[in-house]
């Protein structure tokens, strides 16, 4: 089964990269596939019944609006902080606690905190990541757990989880 | 209007190469490097509308992949360990 | 037309990118501006170009490397921030707060 999803997984992308329907075309994309397959299917994800779920796809698309709109507004941030003569910025590293359990789902929150405003994920140790935050502006950890982490962790788990 | 864009993506990667030599430590470089391979990925693009040829698009790709893994190997060795961890 | 407002708009964006690169205090800080801008606006530059060409070749080629991008990018830039941190470099003047001094030791 898991074998049977990285074989199309690959075989998608080689023909969505060559977009090309000969017949030659499609015996190589089926060898790289099967190559592909057979030697990488230990790293691949453990429960691919995951990827027949229709409501997943749906809260990934309304994640992917959330996720895209707030880069646009980092963008922006990051905009006003460098323009500005006087340089609004004061660095620290702080603290999130963590709710997900799974690693594909700490890796793509990782990922998102990083394209937000004004944060960059540094390391996770034990369920505590530690994010570097270019205006550290409040010093409760509730408080700035909820601003960076909480807006995307509820549609992570209704994804990934 | 697409040449002139051209030219100034090119200046920006020029820029990037200066915080390369300048850099007072060597994250400082290596930051240069990963922006500056992100860089030409953009004027891979830019140069594929310009000359109407798709394969162009094909090296962006590539020097994206091969990018993510110098930058992750260079950023290993920053951090003390061994290659093969 | 408007994959040139969208090219535009992504090589504004590298530009703000640079600036922050050349005008930031630290090396954190630097990739902070850095990473998030100059990813964007590739990203805008690769959806610029899928509109020019529609959808053949091209323009699913750049479509396909929007994501690849996305991902390479921000993974590098936590493996550089951890690499600068573990090898010792210190953060700005300007630095308020340091919590993973405790966890590293």
């Given at each position: 089964m898991r074998y049977l999803a990285l074989f199309i997984l690959s075989f998608v992308f080689w023909m969505l990269l060559t977009f090309d329907l000969s017949v030659a075309n499609l015996v190589a994309g089926g060898a790289a596939a099967l190559v592909t397959s057979l030697l990488f299917t230990k790293y691949?994800?453990?429960?691919?019944?995951?990827?027949?779920?229709p409501v997943r796809y749906f809260w990934f698309l309304v994640y992917l609006v959330i996720f895209t709109w707030e880069c646009i507004k980092a963008n922006f941030d990051v905009a006003y902080r460098v323009l500005h003569?006087?340089?609004p910025i004061k660095p620290g590293i702080v603290k999130v606690k963590l709710e997900l359990k799974s690693d594909f789902a700490r890796a793509m929150l990782a990922n998102s905190i990083t394209m937000t405003p004004g944060t960059i994920s540094v390391d996770i140790i034990d369920d505590v990541l530690y994010v570097h935050w270019?205006?550290?502006?409040?010093?409760d950890p509730e408080i700035y757990s909820r601003k960076i982490a909480g807006k995307f962790e509820k549609y992570i788990k209704k994804i990934f989880e | 209007m697409l040449a002139f864009l051209l030219y100034i993506q090119m200046a920006l990667a020029a820029f990037c190469l200066f915080r390369v030599i300048r850099g007072p430590s060597i994250a400082d470089r290596m930051v240069g490097l990963d922006i500056f391979g992100i860089l030409v990925v953009g004027i891979c693009a830019i140069l594929c509308i310009q000359t109407q040829r798709s394969f162009i698009l094909d090296i962006g790709i590539t020097w994206i992949i091969l990018s993510f893994i110098g930058t992750l190997t260079l950023a290993k060795y920053l951090s003390g360990k061994k290659l093969n961890e | 037309m408007v994959s040139t407002i969208f090219i535009s708009v992504g090589v504004l964006f590298n530009l703000f990118g640079c600036i922050g690169l050349i005008r930031l205090p630290d090396v954190y800080n630097r990739l902070q501006s850095a990473t998030k801008c100059v990813t964007l606006g590739t990203c805008s530059i690769l959806v610029g170009v899928a509109f020019h060409f529609g959808l053949i070749d091209a323009g699913v080629k750049a479509l396909i490397a929007i994501p690849l991008l996305f991902f390479s990018a921000t993974v590098a830039a936590h493996a550089l921030v951890r690499g600068a941190y573990h090898a010792g470099i210190k953060m700005g003047d300007?630095?308020?707060?340091?919590?993973y001094k405790d966890a590293v030791k």
């Amino acid at each position: 089964m898991r074998y049977l999803a990285l074989f199309i997984l690959s075989f998608v992308f080689w023909m969505l990269l060559t977009f090309d329907l000969s017949v030659a075309n499609l015996v190589a994309g089926g060898a790289a596939a099967l190559v592909t397959s057979l030697l990488f299917t230990k790293y691949f994800f453990h429960k691919v019944v995951k990827f027949i779920q229709p409501v997943r796809y749906f809260w990934f698309l309304v994640y992917l609006v959330i996720f895209t709109w707030e880069c646009i507004k980092a963008n922006f941030d990051v905009a006003y902080r460098v323009l500005h003569p006087a340089m609004p910025i004061k660095p620290g590293i702080v603290k999130v606690k963590l709710e997900l359990k799974s690693d594909f789902a700490r890796a793509m929150l990782a990922n998102s905190i990083t394209m937000t405003p004004g944060t960059i994920s540094v390391d996770i140790i034990d369920d505590v990541l530690y994010v570097h935050w270019i205006y550290v502006s409040s010093e409760d950890p509730e408080i700035y757990s909820r601003k960076i982490a909480g807006k995307f962790e509820k549609y992570i788990k209704k994804i990934f989880e | 209007m697409l040449a002139f864009l051209l030219y100034i993506q090119m200046a920006l990667a020029a820029f990037c190469l200066f915080r390369v030599i300048r850099g007072p430590s060597i994250a400082d470089r290596m930051v240069g490097l990963d922006i500056f391979g992100i860089l030409v990925v953009g004027i891979c693009a830019i140069l594929c509308i310009q000359t109407q040829r798709s394969f162009i698009l094909d090296i962006g790709i590539t020097w994206i992949i091969l990018s993510f893994i110098g930058t992750l190997t260079l950023a290993k060795y920053l951090s003390g360990k061994k290659l093969n961890e | 037309m408007v994959s040139t407002i969208f090219i535009s708009v992504g090589v504004l964006f590298n530009l703000f990118g640079c600036i922050g690169l050349i005008r930031l205090p630290d090396v954190y800080n630097r990739l902070q501006s850095a990473t998030k801008c100059v990813t964007l606006g590739t990203c805008s530059i690769l959806v610029g170009v899928a509109f020019h060409f529609g959808l053949i070749d091209a323009g699913v080629k750049a479509l396909i490397a929007i994501p690849l991008l996305f991902f390479s990018a921000t993974v590098a830039a936590h493996a550089l921030v951890r690499g600068a941190y573990h090898a010792g470099i210190k953060m700005g003047d300007k630095s308020v707060k340091d919590d993973y001094k405790d966890a590293v030791k």
